[in-house]
């Protein structure tokens, strides 16, 4: 790309690399680091094309993979709904291996890659297969909703999947008095309370970023920042959702951002989620709290890069579960809000 000459205010010389990209990440990346950064950018948007390869990256991403590479961009919803669609040879899932692993149920002639194989999830280790087999066996005939943020083999033993964005759709359309979703506590509880009519019964999962929130903290910032608009993920603890002034998957919270423009806003999340917002909208300030994901930050430019280069980790399951597992999730994609 030929370089720009760029007015000397923007504190970027002529021969600075990628400058309209940079554009899009200026308010989170200092210009003395872009320089290490744009080489991997580059590098990576030909790869793509080489590979005939999309990525997918979940809102929890850093705004250099975000805003830079993405072609994809979501909560886990709309990037297994997008999965379906993609047009491409291979699938690059900047997020953890579940959402890989869903990518490939719906996908099973593609390839589908993740950077790094330790991208797990605390969700996803709570409970086994076997687990759902014993709460089988505890709950005959009571239907089972199990979260996406499991792994392949979790979907494989559960009746449909759900996410944070359509639990309270999933759990009414199963029309049952009673079912079990797992294994997020937390999110069950809260779609409880928005389901009054079925008794859900829950598993004592939880996310190791939402579950350290407390409404402690959101009573602090209400106090340094009268006027603040609190929103919340439904991983978080009932009374911290309870303090909030609103509640949804993280495509809710964005949308409701983007629709409310509140001057000044807190995300009960991983603090991604806000530097992507913000980097596009420089009008409304985001205050933390917030909480780093450890495993969702080990996507980098670097990693994404040498996936492409080399075709790896390439994720795969075992067909007979995954026929299973992806009957579960393509269940979920059939519900409609009511």
Not at 44 to 68: C, D, G, S, W
């Amino acid at each position: 790309m030929a370089a720009t000459t760029l007015p000397a205010s923007s504190g970027m010389s002529a021969g600075f690399p990628l400058p309209q990209i940079y554009e899009r990440v200026s308010r989170h990346v200092p210009a003395i680091e872009w320089p290490t950064m744009a080489g991997d950018v580059a590098a990576i948007l030909a790869l793509k094309k080489q590979r005939n390869a999309v990525i997918l990256a979940h809102n929890y991403q850093a705004p250099e993979i975000f805003h830079t590479v993405a072609d994809i961009v979501g909560d886990s919803l709309a990037l297994a709904r997008e999965a379906v669609t993609v047009d491409a040879d291979v699938i690059v899932l900047a997020g953890v291996h579940f959402m890989a692993e869903t990518a490939k149920l719906l996908n099973p002639g593609k390839t589908v890659l993740i950077p790094d194989m330790r991208a797990g999830c605390s969700l996803a280790d709570s409970i086994t297969a076997a687990d759902v087999r014993g709460l089988r066996e505890k709950y005959p005939g009571v239907p089972i909703v199990t979260y996406v943020n499991t792994s392949a083999a979790v979907k494989a033993e559960s009746d449909v999947c759900c996410t944070s964005g359509n639990a309270v759709d999933v759990v009414r359309s199963l029309n049952a008095p009673r079912v079990l979703m797992i294994p997020d506590e937390f999110l069950a509880q809260n779609v409880q309370a928005m389901v009054p009519e079925v008794e859900i019964l829950t598993w004592a999962g939880h996310c190791e970023v939402h579950e350290q929130f407390t409404p402690a903290d959101i009573r602090e910032v209400r106090e340094s920042y009268p006027g603040v608009t609190v929103i919340a993920h439904p991983e978080c603890p009932p009374d911290v959702v309870a303090e909030s002034d609103f509640s949804g998957s993280t495509a809710m919270m964005m949308n409701f951002v983007l629709e409310k423009r509140p001057a000044q806003v807190v995300l009960v999340t991983e603090c991604s989620m806000g530097d992507n917002i913000a980097a596009a909208n420089p009008d409304i300030e985001f205050i933390k709290p917030c909480n780093l994901c450890p495993h969702m930050k080990r996507m980098s430019l670097a990693n994404i890069r040498h996936a492409l280069e080399t075709l790896t980790h390439e994720v795969t399951v075992e067909p007979e579960l995954a026929e299973r597992a992806r009957a579960a999730v393509e269940r979920m994609l059939a519900v409609r809000p009511r």
